[in-house]
C-alpha cells in the first residue's frame, strides 16, 4: 500500500509540482490549501507525512504544525515545511511547533524527495 | 512534464503581478501601512521562490534584490517613496515580460532590467540601512547535498547520539538516521539501553536509546552533520575522529580500552588507573565496579573492532596501492637511467686517466648515485608476478572442466617481484605449462583412485627469489614423464641415434626440441606438436632457463629459472684482439690464465685442467674468426652452462661493467650467439654474447668437425 | 485487529504480538505489558507475527526483561528469533555480543545464533 503524503501550499503551482513530484515517486498525495484546508481533510484519512508551507492565508504552517500534533493520529508522523533562506527564525519556530524538518525554497524534485526519504524511511 | 507547471506558474504569477500593482497603488496612497508592506513583500517572496523553481531563473535573479529591498522596508530600515513606488512598478512590468518571454527586444529589455536591478541595489547600499546585512547567509538545509567535498582517505568516526526523549513527538525515527549512516560507510552502530526504565516508570511514547555509532567514510564531516540536520537542536551529537586513515605503524594497535572510554568521557583517567591494578580484563573489572555500564564498554569494544579491521584492511590495501604510470614513461626512464649510466662510466674512465683526487672523487660520488638510480628504478618496473598467477585460477578450473578432471590450483610467492617485460613473456608460456600439466600430467580421477592417489589433482605454482633469479616452477601429482617413452619418441622423429647414451635429464630435455610431442591423443588443449620448444624459446629470449624433473606415476616439476631484469645487467668486458665483448656476469665462475704451455699439453684437444678438473674450452678468437696473431697468454672465463663447467677463451679480461642492453636491429636478429648490444662508456659498442648458445654452437661445430 | 492478545493457559502465559508496531501503538503496548507481566506464570513472547516495529517497541521490550528479571520472573521469547525481527534489531543497533547492564550473567533477551 503506498504512503500517503498531503501537501499545503497556497501557491497552486508549487501544490502541482509538489503532488506531482510526489506521484511520480509512488506516493499518494492529498492536496491543501492552507492549515484550515488541511484539517478538514485529515479527518477520516490515514496520513504519512505532511509537507506544509508556512506563509498561507486562514491558518499558517506554523498554526497547522501545532493542531497536526495534537491530534493522535498525526502525533508522531514526519511534518516538513517550506521555508525560505530568509526565515530562519520562522524555522526555529516551526521546529518548537512540532516540525520533522525542512525544505528550503526553492527546491528541486530530486530534493523534494530526498528529504521525503530521509523522515519517511 | 515541467511545461505544465511553468504553465501554472505563469499564471500564477500574472495574478500575483495584477495584485501586487493594486497593493503599490495603495501603498502610494498609505505609505506606512504594514500589511500592505507585507503583501508585497510575500507577493515577490512567491514570484522569487517559484520562479526559481521552475525554472525562470532571471525572473528569480532579478526579483531576488527587490524582495530584499521590500525585506528592509517591512523591518523599517528603508521607507516608502514615490520613487521606490515607481521603480518597482516597472520592475514588475518587467517580470511580467521575463515570464511571458516572447524572445523579442531581449537588449533591450537587458539594459532596462540592469537599470532597475542597479536602483534598487542602490537603495541597499544607502547609508541609512545598519550594517546586519546579510540575510542570505542562513544555511540552506537540504539544497547543500548534492556535490559533497568526498576525501581520498576513509576517516572513521565516532558518532555520539543521544536523541533528546521527546523526538519521537517530532516525527523522527531515529532508524532512519541509523541507516542514512550506514549510506556513507561501513558502521558499527551499537544502542545504549542503559536509561530504559522498569515497566512502571517507562514512558512509551519518549526515547530512551542512544547510540554510539563508528563509521567509516570517505566523507567529511558535514556529509555526517547532513544526516542530523533536522535533530540538530533536538539531539545531544558528538562527532570525532578517531582514525584519519593515514598510514600507520604496523605496531601500533589501536587504544587500549580503557583509554576509549576515558577519550569519551565515560571514565576519568584516575578511576581508570585505580581499577587497572587488578587481574581481570578491564572491561569486566570497570562493569563490576559500577564505574561504567556495560554498555558503555560494549561500545567501545566495538570501537576498537572497527578500527582494528578497518586498520587491517587499510595495511593490505596499501601494499597493493599505487600510482598508474604509462609503460612507456616508464620505459623512457629506464632507457634515460641507461645512458646515464653510460655517461657514468665515461666519467669514471676519464677520472682514471686524469687522476685528479678532486675529479675522482666526484666521479665516484655520481658512480654511487648512478648505482642507486639504476636499482630504484629497476624496482620501480618490478611487478609482483601475483596478478599473472591469479590469471590461470580461471584457466585451471575452466580446462579440468573441460576435460573431466578434478584439478586445483595452489599458488605460492606470488608477491615475488620481477621485471614488467620478463612478467609480461612469461604469461604465454606459463599457461603452456599449466596446459600440460593438466592435459598430460594429471590424471582422470578414476585412474587416479585406481593408483591410490586422490581423485582431485594439484597443480602447484610457485615463484621464488634466488639472487639475481627468480625460480618459477609448474608441479603437478600426476603421471609424471615416461623416459622410456619419450625416447622411443625421440628416436622414432629422428632427434637421437637409436643408442644414444642420454641421462634422465637429458631424455627430459628432448621434450624441448621443435616436433616433439609425446601426447597420443591430440586434444583441443596441448599436444599439437608445437609447444614445449615454443616455451623453451621464449625463456631463453627471457635469458632464462628451464629443468624438468619427473618420477613416473608421482608427478613432474619444471622449473623456470629466469634473471630478475633484462634492462641492465653487471656484465664481464673482455676483448679480443680490438673488439670488445660483454658476457653476463650471473654465469660466470671465473677467470685463469691460458698459455702456449697449456694449450700444448692439452695435445690439440680444447680442454684445460682447472683445479684439478678438465674443463672443455671454445675459442672464441676462432669462432668470431679474429685476425691477427694469438697472444701469449690468454685468459678463459668459465660459466656454468646447463649443470657444466665449460671455458671461453679470450684475449684479455677487461673488467666489470654495468651493461645497458640495447636490442640489435631486425638484421642481427638471427645471430643466436649475440643476445644484445650495449654502448661503453668510451662511446664504443660492445656484443652481448650469449654463453649458451655459444656453447652450443661449439658442439655442434665440433660434431660437424668429427663428422668430417 | 488487535496486534496485541494475551493467551493463558494452566502452565504459561502467553503474549502474541502481530502487525506494525510503532510509538503509535506503544501506549496499548505498553499497557498490555504491565497486565502480561503482572502474571505469576513463565511468560512467553510470540513476536512471530511482527512485520515492522521502532525504537519504542524495542525500548518497551527491554523495559519488560528488566522487569522481569528484577522480579526474579522467566521471560521467553517462543521458538526462534524471527527474521523480521533480527533485521529490525541490527538496524536499530540492538543486537550486542552481551547482555546489557540490567542484564548481568543473563543472556540478552534479543541474542540469537546466526546460522553458518
Known amino acids: 500500500m503506498s504512503k500517503v503524503i498531503m501537501t499545503v501550499d497556497d501557491s497552486a503551482s508549487v501544490r502541482q509540482m509538489v503532488s506531482f513530484t510526489l506521484k511520480d515517486a509512488g506516493y499518494d498525495v492529498v492536496e491543501a490549501v492552507d492549515g484550515q484546508d488541511a484539517l478538514s481533510k485529515v479527518n477520516g484519512q490515514a496520513l504519512n507525512m505532511v509537507i506544509t508551507d508556512l506563509n498561507m492565508p486562514n491558518m499558517d504552517g506554523i498554526g497547522l504544525i501545532k493542531a497536526l500534533r495534537a491530534l493522535p493520529e498525526c502525533k508522531f508522523i514526519p511534518i516538513v515545511m517550506l521555508t525560505t533562506e530568509s526565515q530562519a527564525e520562522k524555522k526555529m519556530e516551526g521546529k518548537e511547533a512540532g516540525a520533522t524538518g525542512w525544505i528550503v525554497k526553492p527546491f528541486k524534485p530530486e530534493q523534494l524527495i530526498a528529504v521525503v526519504k530521509k523522515v519517511l524511511g | 512534464m515541467m511545461d505544465n507547471h511553468r504553465e501554472a506558474f505563469k499564471e500564477e504569477a500574472h495574478e500575483l503581478l495584477t495584485e501586487l500593482e493594486t497593493a503599490l497603488l495603495e501603498l502610494e496612497r498609505t505609505p506606512d501601512d504594514d500589511e500592505i508592506i507585507g503583501r508585497v513583500f510575500r507577493a515577490m517572496h512567491t514570484i522569487k521562490g517559484s520562479g526559481a523553481m521552475f525554472g525562470f531563473d532571471r525572473v528569480a535573479a532579478f526579483t531576488h534584490d527587490v524582495e530584499t529591498v521590500y525585506d528592509r522596508v517591512r523591518t523599517g530600515k528603508i521607507s516608502v517613496t514615490k520613487p521606490l513606488i515607481d521603480l518597482t512598478l516597472s520592475a514588475c512590468d518587467e517580470i511580467l515580460k521575463m515570464i511571458d518571454d516572447t524572445g523579442e527586444g531581449e537588449a533591450e529589455d537587458a539594459v532596462i532590467t540592469e537599470a532597475i536591478t542597479k536602483s534598487f541595489r542602490n537603495m541597499l547600499t544607502a547609508p541609512e540601512i545598519s550594517s546586519d546585512t546579510d540575510i542570505d547567509t542562513a544555511p540552506s538545509a537540504m539544497a547543500t547535498s548534492n556535490e559533497p567535498p568526498v576525501n581520498r582517505n576513509e576517516i572513521t568516526y565516532r558518532i555520539r547520539f543521544r536523541p533528546e526523549p521527546a523526538i519521537f513527538a517530532t516525527g523522527t525515527n531515529p532508524t532512519l538516521l541509523l541507516n542514512e549512516l550506514r549510506d556513507l560507510g561501513p558502521c558499527d552502530i551499537l544502542a545504549n539501553t542503559d536509561s530504559i526504565p522498569f515497566l512502571s516508570d517507562v514512558d512509551p511514547e519518549l526515547c530512551y536509546t542512544g547510540w554510539d555509532i563508528i563509521l567509516t567514510t570517505t566523507r567529511d564531516e558535514n556529509a555526517i552533520r547532513d544526516v542530523f540536520i533536522f535533530v540538530e537542536d533536538s539531539c545531544d551529537l558528538h562527532i570525532d575522529v578517531i582514525d584519519e586513515g593515514r598510514m600507520i605503524d604496523s605496531e601500533s594497535d589501536y587504544k587500549k580500552l580503557g583509554e576509549i572510554l576515558v577519550e569519551r568521557g565515560d571514565l576519568d583517567a584516575d578511576k581508570l588507573k585505580a581499577v587497572l591494578d587488578g587481574q581481570k580484563r578491564i572491561g569486566s573489572l570497570l562493569v563490576d565496579s559500577g564505574i561504567v555500564s556495560d554498555d558503555q564498554v560494549q561500545a567501545a569494544l566495538a570501537e576498537q573492532q572497527h578500527i582494528r579491521e578497518k586498520r587491517q584492511k587499510r595495511q593490505i590495501l596499501e601494499t597493493t596501492a599505487s600510482i598508474r604510470v604509462p609503460a612507456e614513461r616508464l620505459d623512457n626512464l629506464v632507457n634515460m637511467v641507461g645512458e646515464l649510466v653510460t655517461v657514468q662510466s665515461r666519467l669514471s674512465q676519464l677520472s682514471a686517466r686524469f687522476n685528479d683526487l678532486s675529479l675522482i672523487q666526484v666521479a665516484e660520488e655520481v658512480e654511487r648515485l648512478t648505482a642507486e638510480l639504476r636499482d630504484n628504478t629497476m624496482s620501480i618496473r618490478m611487478l609482483p608476478i601475483g596478478a599473472t598467477f591469479s590469471r590461470f585460477e580461471r584457466l585451471v578450473r575452466d580446462l579440468s572442466m573441460d576435460l573431466g578432471k578434478e584439478i586445483t590450483l595452489i599458488t605460492e610467492g606470488a608477491e615475488t617481484e620481477l621485471d614488467k617485460t620478463v612478467i609480461e613473456k612469461l604469461n604465454d608460456p606459463l599457461i603452456h605449462l599449466i596446459r600440460n600439466s593438466i592435459d598430460h600430467g594429471i590424471e582422470k580421477p578414476e585412474v587416479r583412485m585406481a593408483a591410490g592417489k586422490p581423485a582431485q589433482g594439484t597443480v602447484n605454482l610457485s615463484a621464488e627469489h634466488s639472487g639475481a633469479s627468480v625460480f618459477i616452477r609448474i608441479s603437478d601429482d600426476g603421471a609424471g614423464l615416461d623416459p622410456e617413452v619419450i625416447r622411443a619418441k625421440a628416436v622414432e622423429k629422428g632427434l637421437i641415434a637409436s643408442d644414444a647414451m642420454l641421462t634422465e635429464k637429458e631424455i627430459y630435455s628432448l621434450t624441448l626440441m621443435p616436433g616433439f610431442s609425446t601426447a597420443t591423443t591430440i586434444t583441443n588443449v596441448s599436444g599439437r606438436g608445437v609447444g614445449m620448444d615454443v616455451v623453451k624459446k621464449s625463456i631463453d629470449a627471457l635469458q632464462g632457463s628451464i629443468e624438468m624433473v619427473s618420477k613416473k606415476g608421482v608427478g613432474t616439476t619444471i622449473t623456470l629459472k629466469l634473471p630478475l631484469t633484462m634492462a641492465i645487467i653487471d656484465g664481464l668486458l673482455v676483448q679480443i684482439e680490438d673488439v670488445l665483448y660483454i658476457m653476463p656476469l650471473a654465469a660466470i665462475e671465473e677467470c685463469v690464465e691460458l698459455t702456449r704451455e697449456d694449450v700444448a699439453h692439452a695435445h690439440g684437444k680444447h680442454m684445460a685442467s682447472i683445479r684439478g678438473e678438465i674443463v672443455p674450452y671454445i675459442r672464441l678468437r676462432e669462432m668470431f674468426a679474429h685476425g691477427g696473431a694469438t697472444p701469449e697468454i690468454e685468459q678463459i672465463v668459465t660459466a656454468r652452462i646447463d649443470g657444466n663447467r665449460v671455458g671461453f677463451v679470450v684475449d684479455q679480461v677487461v673488467g666489470q661493467h654495468q651493461t645497458v642492453i640495447k636490442s640489435m636491429s631486425r638484421m642481427y636478429r638471427d645471430i643466436e650467439h649475440i643476445s644484445g648490444a650495449t654502448i661503453l662508456g668510451d662511446g664504443n659498442v660492445a656484443l652481448i654474447l650469449d654463453l649458451c648458445k655459444l656453447a652450443q654452437q661449439a658442439e655442434i661445430l665440433e660434431k660437424q668437425a668429427n663428422q668430417e | ?116
Open chain 3, 1 to 116: 485487529m488487535n496486534p496485541f492478545e494475551i493467551i493463558e493457559s494452566p502452565d504459561q502465559i502467553h503474549l502474541q504480538v502481530s502487525g506494525d508496531i510503532s510509538v503509535q501503538n506503544a501506549q496499548a503496548c505498553l499497557e498490555i505489558l504491565r497486565v502480561f507481566q503482572r502474571s505469576e506464570k513463565p511468560l512467553l513472547l510470540d513476536l512471530n507475527g511482527v512485520t515492522s516495529a521502532d525504537i519504542s517497541f524495542l525500548q518497551l521490550i527491554c523495559s519488560l526483561h528488566r522487569t522481569c528479571l528484577k522480579a526474579g520472573q522467566n521471560l521467553t521469547i517462543s521458538g526462534n528469533m524471527p527474521d523480521t525481527l533480527k533485521t529490525i534489531l541490527e538496524t536499530a543497533g540492538y543486537r550486542r555480543p552481551k547482555a546489557c547492564s540490567q542484564g548481568g550473567d543473563n543472556p540478552c533477551l534479543w541474542s540469537w545464533r546466526d546460522e553458518s
